[in-house]
């Protein structure tokens, strides 16, 4: 009994790690897989972290009580979005990479599905701010990943702050790898925190082939933040041709478009 008990008070914090992990939130069938369990046993191991006001369940899945007062959207809410799409362009982002590359990779959730891309990937030389880029990439296939240091954002698990920008600066990397909030024809790129902005904007400068990563849905769309200088960049990975007024202003900027085969 004592035993069964041990068993489920470690499954319940690696619960509590994974949910971190996963900037706050995050499906029962998630934590089930990552954990290696049934559905039906994480359901009472969150019982059991409810009733001690740890967490709270929410409409299919649970939320880590610490992340209760973040009003950006919670991490793995976004990974969730257009999930399929974005792991069509995280795969061909894994295509331009080889064995021994090294590359800076952001804190968004489609740079998240890269890493996941790149798993297979060997002797990679990774510079991260992201917790979950770390958790993917590190301990696998003798890859060296460095991490930004600072306080560690509770709704993505990302670093940011002038101890990450100084620690980007002592690195020039191959590839640098950035996820965006909305692609604008009239300002460019843009993104939802001024903190992302000033880190993106260091590592690109840092970087040989600037590569952005985004879904059509962000065509169109406006945040409010606009990355500096828009010919930092090289390549926009997507989903769909943009339009002609979006394609003029990467045109302008000497910036690519690359579609994944269909």
Do not use: C, W
């Amino acid at each position: 009994m004592q035993e069964v008990m041990d068993t489920s008070n470690q499954r319940e914090q690696e619960i509590l790690r994974e949910l971190r992990l996963a900037g706050g939130l995050s499906r029962v069938s998630f934590l089930a897989n990552r954990l290696g369990v049934s559905d039906e046993t994480i359901r009472r191991n969150i019982k059991s972290l409810a009733a001690r006001s740890l967490v709270r369940k929410v409409h299919g899945g649970v939320l880590l009580a610490e992340s209760l007062t973040v009003t950006e959207q919670p991490f793995q809410l976004r990974m969730d979005q257009n999930s399929g799409i974005k792991q069509r362009l995280a795969q061909k982002v894994a295509e331009t990479i080889v064995d021994g590359d090294s590359l800076f990779l952001d804190i968004g959730s489609t740079t998240a599905y890269v890493a996941m891309a790149l798993r297979n990937h060997k002797n990679l030389y990774i510079v991260t701010n992201s917790l979950a880029v770390s958790h993917a990439l590190a301990t696998r296939n003798n890859n060296r990943v460095f991490f930004a240091g600072g306080e560690l954002r509770p709704h993505d698990g990302g670093s940011f702050g002038l101890n990450a920008i100084n620690f980007i600066r002592r690195f020039n990397v191959r590839y640098a790898v950035f996820s965006i909030g909305a692609i604008n024809a009239d300002i460019g790129f843009m993104l939802h925190d001024i903190q992302e902005a000033d880190l993106s904007h260091e590592a690109a400068a840092r970087a040989q082939t600037r590569i952005i990563v985004a879904d059509s849905g962000k065509f169109g769309q406006r945040a409010p933040i606009a990355v500096a200088d828009q010919s930092q960049f090289d390549i926009l990975i997507t989903d769909q041709v943009p339009g002609d007024d979006i394609a003029a202003m990467l045109a302008e900027n000497s910036i690519s478009t690359v579609l994944p085969e269909a």
